[in-house]
């Protein structure tokens, strides 16, 4: 046993002062890996990425009084002021739907997109140590962000059925088609607004006062509380470029029988969704080498 | 079987200081808006601070190989093994890794405060590369290395920072990976958990498995690896067997003693007591020689009385071969309470060492923590005398000398 035992190496480095050199650009690296690779080891990694969403599940309602009930009054309480000041005070039509239902099936699909955007943004500035600690794929991290929020959905849609054979409306046999392809377009959606933001944020801290403004500003630029009727005909595709826009009306359409959303609303919300995708794991990608020594 | 483990081709890497390419966003904008403003004026661009944490690095490490990286603080050790687990890029080079690496920066990294013990030794299992299953089969054996039983389903924010890092370090050392690289872990926690943890290293290291060690516990690479590298200020300034390099390591900081130790910067410990002074000095006064009394005076302080305070003096030879030891916590050493500030001193037999180089370390510890702690404290030549009356040994021939006798027996002696 020696005198000295103890703590970490905290690095003071080295200091070169007045070195105007410019670090040189070329970069010849084996162990850069290519796209097809990365995303083979983002899935042999899956297991940290169950972890962490496990994790991010416990710790979320962990010392809390309500517990998992957080994940179905957040969305009930925003219905409920839905129902006071869209439905009494500004008397908005809901399509022959009670205004509750109306309002609580876009609020399912618009919270999974909302807390993505909220919860998805700090990720990885949050685990930095998982960043720059120790080597995981880092695309794990706002995945699992994203992956608990998929079982607040699957919560909240429960409740939604349960509300649904209160006000005895069934929905008919093309929902089950439709649930699932619209709750896929959410998911690529949230996803890819989720890890673009949650590397933004690393670079910039800005995101983190933009990301709930942002949700804010978008929850009045899709049909939650209102009906995309209310939106003139010709600014139709316009309004699909907010891909949410189509979810929530093609939520509320295949559950409630409303009207669908416009074919060409949907396909530009679809090609948006695909394109915010591609874009988003791109500046992930980019960034991602440089997120140890950044954040 | 020489198969190259790791291979590092013409490693740099470069930070640039204090530059608003980061940080938030307005910056960048004021940045390049600022700058035809600036050029105006004339100063063009400002002076640009780079910092090469690592430059021009290059080396091979092959399978079944243990090697340690020495040096000092910022000395890129560290700079080096996240570039290897690919935590971070280089800014120029190449490497190549062949094998399943396991890489411990710092032990507990990826801890949650608020999931239990059990939880958390899942999640960073998995976040090291292990699988569930081989947590769930080496679950008990963690545990009780860690020796957390009790609190295994308790928060780990309730944890002591020891218990902690037992636990963490009980996860990772469970790891078995390829090729494990290992930044300074073992020495964490008490006296004889960075036992059970050198213990393990020596295990995984004798396993045929390939280790990258860093550390600037230079006896821990001298025990555990053949063969080392000294880093300095980012580069690779010696190569060979590890004796030799921790020896030159060792020659390097002989340097440092000429900074009096109450302003060496490059302490370890949580700091709760500051050694401020350390003299070695003939107890006959005169310089040392072989048969010398060593007299040691040192001189402490600390906000408030130190209780179960031990203070240990290691007397090493220039390759850091530890020699003696000098501890408190012996029969008749220290009272329990001792006061906030205060000098100590002591006087040994003689030492009957060779002539040569030989350096201090000194290490406060209160309550089984490292309190203070400060490699090449000191340094001291021991002369030639004439001892026992004869050629005194060189160093190379032997680090201490003894009275001994001889005799001329008869060859047919009846006895």
Known sequence: MTPLSSATDNSLAQIVRGDDRQPPSST???????????????????????????????????QTILGAAWAVLQPLALMVLFVLVVEKLLAVRSEGVPYPLFAFAALVPWGLFSQSLTLGAPSVVQDMNLVSKVYVPRLLIPLAAVGVLLVDFLITLAILFGMMALYSTAPDLAALVWIPSLTLLALVTSVAVGVWLSALM???????????????????????????NLVPERWRVIYGLNPMASVVEGFRSALLGTSPPAGRMLAASAVVAILLFGAALTYFRRVDRIFADVI | MNVVAVRAEGISKCFRLGAAVQGRLTETLWHALGRPVRSLRGNGTPRREFLWALKDVSFEIYEGEVVGFIGRNGAGKSTLLK????????????????GR????????????????????????????????????????????FAEVERFIDTPVKRYSSGMYMRLAFAVAAHLEPEILMVDEVLSVGDFTFQK?????MEQVATDGRTVLFVSHNTAAVSSLCRRAYLLDKGRIVAAGAARDVVGQYVAANQAAQFIPIVERQDRRGDGSVRVTGLRIENAAGGSISSSSRLKLTLDYESASPLTDARFQVTIHDAEYHPLFLLDTDVEGGLPDVVPARGTLMCVTDPIRLTPGMCGLMVGVHQRGTLADGVEFAGVFDVEPDGFFGGRMPLRSEAVAV???KWALGEPDDAS
């Open chain 2, 402 to 404: 003894l009275h001994h």
């Open chain 1, 28 to 62: 010849r690296l084996h162990g850069r890996k290519g796209w097809i690779a990365s995303y083979q080891e983002v899935w042999e990694y899956r297991e940290v990425l169950y972890f962490l969403v496990l994790r991010n599940l416990k710790v979320r309602y962990r």
């Open chain 1, 202 to 228: 690393v670079m910039y801290r800005d995101v983190r006062a933009v990301a709930p403004f942002l949700a804010q500003f978008l929850l009045f630029l899709t049909p939650v509380a209102y009906s995309s």
């Open chain 2, 196 to 200: 059970k943890c050198l213990a393990r």
């Open chain 2, 101 to 144: 690496v396991g890489s411990l920066i710092e032990v507990g990294s990826g801890f949650h405060p608020d999931l239990t013990g059990r939880e958390n030794a899942y999640l960073y299992g998995s976040v090291l590369g292990m699988r569930k299953r081989d947590v769930q089969r080496k679950f008990d054996e963690i545990v009780s």
């Open chain 2, 83 to 98: 570039i290897l687990s690919r935590i971070t890029e280089p800014t120029e080079g190449s490497f190549d890794v062949r």
